[in-house]
């Protein structure tokens, strides 16, 4: 069964500055996505990064990025730059090509203070 | 662009009443999914449809029913509920084939069950 860790159930971070949360996971596939997902306050789930498995390259967004590291089942976002409105709880997500389903980590809440 | 639109966005009920909610994907998205969130959880994943069809099912409870229709809508029917029944429901679209087959999250229904 496909599981997902967030070890970090919260960060701070001063505004400008960088961040990184740390997710890990377990598969027994070998092509998969994972995802990173903001909830703010307002408790909308809105889609930040995405990385497919085969693909080598770390995937960016702006300001954010991600560090996949594919043998050691790591899926770590950075976020550069940090502003008041990145306080959200973030969640590392895995779906498997073989299912539908995402399944969530346990989330980080960070707050970006001014 | 068009999101995912869920209705109600909010909902009361009384113990071992009824509620349906509704779902309208993304347009031309085929696949649909429901997930339930309790408060401080994660997302877990109820059910999905593709094409109108179940395409996979998670934690759903034998009280909850759920199908997507002709137009791509889908519904989520919750009998005799109950107090843990109180949480947000979120539903999600993506397209088969799509990148990573990415899903975008309504803004969810709250459904507190007195």
């Known amino acids: 069964a496909q599981t997902v860790t967030q070890s970090q159930p919260e960060m701070s971070v001063q505004e400008a500055e960088t961040v990184t949360l740390s997710c890990t996971y377990d598969?027994?596939?070998?092509?998969?996505?994972l995802f990173w997902y903001k909830q703010p306050p307002s408790r909308q789930m809105i889609l930040v990064i995405r990385?497919?498995?085969?693909?080598?390259q770390n995937a960016t967004e702006n300001r954010f990025s991600v560090n996949f590291q594919k043998a050691a089942k790591s899926f770590s976002l950075k976020i550069s730059d940090s502003q008041l409105g990145d306080t959200a709880m973030y969640f590392c997500?895995?779906?498997?090509?073989?299912?539908?389903?995402?399944?969530f980590g346990e989330g980080t809440q960070l707050t970006v203070n001014p | 662009a068009a999101g995912v639109i869920q209705s109600p966005r909010h909902l009361i009920k009384e113990k071992r009443e009824t509620a349906t909610l509704k779902c309208y994907p993304i347009?031309?998205?085929?696949?649909v999914y429901w997930y339930q969130q309790g408060p401080g959880q994660d997302p877990q994943f109820l059910i999905s449809?593709?094409?109108?069809?179940?395409?996979d099912k998670g934690s759903i409870p034998d009280r909850f029913s759920a199908q997507q229709f002709s137009d791509y809508h889908s519904e989520l029917n919750m009998s005799s509920l109950e107090l843990g029944d109180s949480a947000l429901y979120f539903c999600?679209?993506?397209?088969?084939?799509?990148?990573?087959?990415?899903?975008?999250f309504g803004p969810g229904t709250r459904l507190l069950v007195l």
């Open positions: 999600a679209s993506s397209l088969k084939g799509g990148a990573g087959e990415t899903q975008y």
């Open positions: 598969t027994s596939e070998s092509n998969y996505y």
């Open positions: 990385q497919e498995a085969y693909k080598q």
């Open positions: 997500a895995l779906k498997e090509t073989s299912g539908s389903r995402l399944t």
């Open positions: 347009p031309r998205h085929d696949t």
């Open positions: 449809f593709y094409e109108k069809m179940q395409s």
